[in-house]
């Protein structure tokens, strides 16, 4: 079950893949500055998850307005993350959990999809500049995404 509204979010330091290399990319380095709309996708090259970091980037400029980084989070490994985000044009910053534990520490670790392994649940938390969770869903299951009105709405109230 996903961590509830009001807990303080654990941190994390994923790896990103871009053209220069491999980045480090920290939850708190967010801490004091904007609100973080942190994603969790079950894997790459999915048709639900393509559709919804597609909108994500098509609707970006919506969340920098409203003061907050989008990152969105999978198990795939950081290049798998680029082919991908390359090949739909996606420009959001996608971290690699290959190791599993920040979607075990965020509650959304699914102990088997479709006889493929762990992944992590389709699941979104709204993260204050104090580092606190404003706003937690996990869907009820893989193919729904989340209320991206509710995150909108949670993040105009932090501006």
Not at 26 to 38: A, E, I, P, Q, Y
Not at 43 to 58: N, W
């Amino acid at each position: 079950m996903a961590i509830s509204v009001g807990t303080k979010a654990p941190d994390f330091s994923l790896k990103f893949k871009q053209d220069s290399g491999l980045v480090d990319v920290k939850l708190s380095n967010n801490f004091g500055k904007k609100n973080t709309v942190l994603l969790f996708f079950p894997l790459a090259f999915t048709s639900v998850c393509t559709k919804e970091m597609c909108d994500i980037t098509s609707g970006l400029n919506a969340y920098t307005g409203l003061n907050a980084e989008v990152i969105a989070c999978s198990v795939d490994s950081p290049f798998a993350q680029e082919a991908w985000a390359k090949k739909e044009k996606i420009s959001i910053t996608i971290v690699s959990d290959l190791n599993k534990k920040t979607a075990e520490a965020y509650g959304v670790l699914l102990p088997d999809l479709g006889g493929l392994g762990a992944v992590s649940a389709r699941a979104a938390f709204v993260i204050d500049k104090n580092g606190v969770i404003q706003y937690s869903e996990q869907t009820p299951t893989p193919k729904e995404l989340p209320n991206f009105d509710a995150i909108k709405q949670t993040l105009e109230k932090l501006k």
